[in-house]
């Protein structure tokens, strides 16, 4: 088993907040490995990393939460990807329109 990382750690490592880390909890997208129902205090692993990295880079794209969460609850490979290649997509076009506001700029 992986060792327990409390969650200021494990934000630490994975470069991002406490609060992220609480908030994702909250709505059911990423939860700790364990949490202390005395404390409160909540316990990652590495197992977690995988998947608030993959958080992470679905929200640098600019793909909502609940997008997101729906995304990582398909068991379905060919729906995963159909769903990818969508989010490339719009964010392949949000760059067409940001480009295009640049060059109207110059």
């Known amino acids: 088993m992986n060792a327990l990382m409390k969650s200021g750690e494990f934000a630490a490592l994975c470069q991002t907040t406490k609060e992220t880390l609480r908030h994702y909890d909250r709505i059911g997208l990423l939860h ?10 909540r316990y990652y692993t590495d197992g977690e990393i995988v998947t608030l ?27 995963v990807v159909e769903i990818l290649l969508h989010c490339q997509e719009q964010a392949r076009e949000r760059i067409r329109h940001i480009e295009h506001a640049i060059h109207r700029m110059d």
Request: with cysteine.
């Open 32 to 41: 700790p490995h364990e949490k202390d129902t005395f404390t409160g205090y």
């Open 53 to 79: 990295r993959t958080i992470s880079l679905l929200r640098c794209m600019d793909i909502s939460l609940p997008e997101i969460a729906h995304l990582l609850g398909q068991e379905d490979l060919k729906t």
